[in-house]
């Protein structure tokens, strides 16, 4: 029996769920998700919580079990809490702002890039240096964080460079200088 599969998904309050023969939808105070899940997993909804349980014990339905576990506790989590990630924007000039739907980074580069916000995310800037990405689906602020931060990877010898709150960057050593 999987570990994380087995585990209960408890439902908060003001949040619903509703499953049919393909799809599970969950609709809470931020909004609503929807997902599609296979048929090697079963959904129950009880009064308070979600059980997810596998059909069949073949190796897809072992994998599948898991995972749509998870995918539904992130989405009851989405729409009722939210996910939010920052990134830092660290380098002599680099800075960050928001215009519109639109958000504009000096990056060292010789023209300014400009990185369109999705419908579905909120970004904001605090100061210069610090970028806030937040939406109800996790994938989704994973994936613009991961592009916002592809621009400018931080590099190792001065740390320049687009990176997340929480990362932390290995550096190294410049040149020695001993002949």
């Known amino acids: 029996m999987s570990r994380i599969g087995k585990l209960p998904i408890e439902i908060p309050q003001g949040v619903k769920i509703n499953v049919t023969e393909d799809m599970i939808s969950v609709e809470g105070p931020k909004g609503k998700l929807t997902q599609d899940y296979k048929p090697e997993v079963s959904i129950k909804v009880n009064d308070k919580e979600v059980i997810v349980d596998r059909v069949n014990d073949s190796k897809s339905a072992r994998a599948f079990h898991g995972l749509y576990r998870q995918l539904i506790s992130n989405m009851v989590t989405g729409v009722s809490k939210g996910f939010t990630r920052s990134l830092l924007v660290n380098g002599v000039g680099y800075r960050a702002e ?27 800037c605090e100061g210069q240096n610090k970028i806030i990405v937040s939406g109800i689906d996790k994938q ?17 010898y001065k740390g320049k460079g687009v990176k997340y709150e929480d990362e932390n960057i290995r550096r190294k050593i410049g040149k020695s200088g001993i002949k």
């Open 98 to 124: 928001v215009k519109g739907n639109v958000l504009l980074l000096n990056l060292g580069f010789s023209t300014q890039i400009e990185y369109m916000i999705n419908k579905d995310l909120t970004i904001t």
């Open 140 to 156: 989704k602020v994973g994936q613009a964080c991961s592009e916002i931060r592809s621009l400018r990877p931080p590099e190792p």
